[in-house]
């Protein structure tokens, strides 16, 4: 299926049993309750995946399950981003031959990295493997920021760049720059960071969000409702529900958080995240508690 990189694309978590074996009907749960709640697509085996800690033989099972399950339904991007040209075009071709319809990378982590060496990278694996390309923006990953205009240039000089995932705030403005810089060649933005910022994006020109927060109904909602011009409404449910997205995406503890969220919801039987990511302690459990019965309009909602 031909992605249109605009709406939402849920990033999706890699649900552990307690024995620490990936939870293969949780995931298939998650994609089901995605797909109900109105996503436009679906990434795997991104960041917020625990890709970091998941070995060759997991990854496989992960990308087989979500490309088995998702069977069409919507388009599947799939993190391919590594250290070494070669491994980076080994994963793409493994997830092209599998049923992605795109693959996400990121610049490799190298010493000294400049812009002709990224470019360089990303022409190399579009000319080995031919699939669409989402070019993700994401500093704290890749160790390299990118200016809009590289990532513009990087757009126009591999044609496979189908989207710009932009990780690297303040994103608003980066939109708007990148906007500017791309006048004569468009390309999509997506954004991501948890959903914080969607609001902002949207009103800067981004095309949605691709992001892992465990109620993505609200997302979809809020594109929608933007998107059809009713934008004081989307400005109120962002305001509502922005607390719970900003609690969700704490660093550290947030994959945690966000797969406590799934468990409550029905769809994974465990809340593991993989060492040395923390689990969530008591007290951040009982500020889950209050933000939850607050977002299900419960007028006693427990106090901390």
Known sequence: MKPRFEGVYSVLPTPFTPADEIDVAGLKKIIDLFI????NGFTALGVTSE???????ERSVVLE????????????VVGTTAEGFRTCIEFTRTAKEAGAS?????????????????????KAVADAVDVPIV???????SGFAMEAALLVR??????????IKLEDAPTPSKVTRIRAEAADHPVKVLGG????????ELIAGADGAMTGFAYPEILVDIVKTYRSGDHRKAA???????????????????????KEVLRRRGAIANARVRPPAPQADPLTQRMLDTLLAYYHGKEDAPWI
């Open 36 to 39: 109900a709640a109105g996503v």
């Open 51 to 57: 890709v970091a800690r998941l070995s060759e033989r």
């Open 65 to 76: 399950t979500v490309i088995g399950h998702v069977a069409g339904r919507v388009p599947v």
């Open 102 to 122: 795109a693959v996400m990378i990121s610049p490799p982590r190298m010493p000294k990295l400049n812009s002709d060496a990224v470019v360089s990278h990303f």
């Open 135 to 141: 070019l993700q923006d994401f500093p704290p990953i």
């Open 154 to 163: 990087i757009a126009h000089e591999v044609a496979a760049i189908a989207c």
């Open 193 to 200: 960071l948890g959903g914080v910022y969607l609001l902002e």
């Open 236 to 258: 109120d449910l962002f305001y509502r529900f922005v607390p719970l997205m900003r609690f969700e995406f704490q660093e550290g503890v947030g994959m945690a958080i966000r």
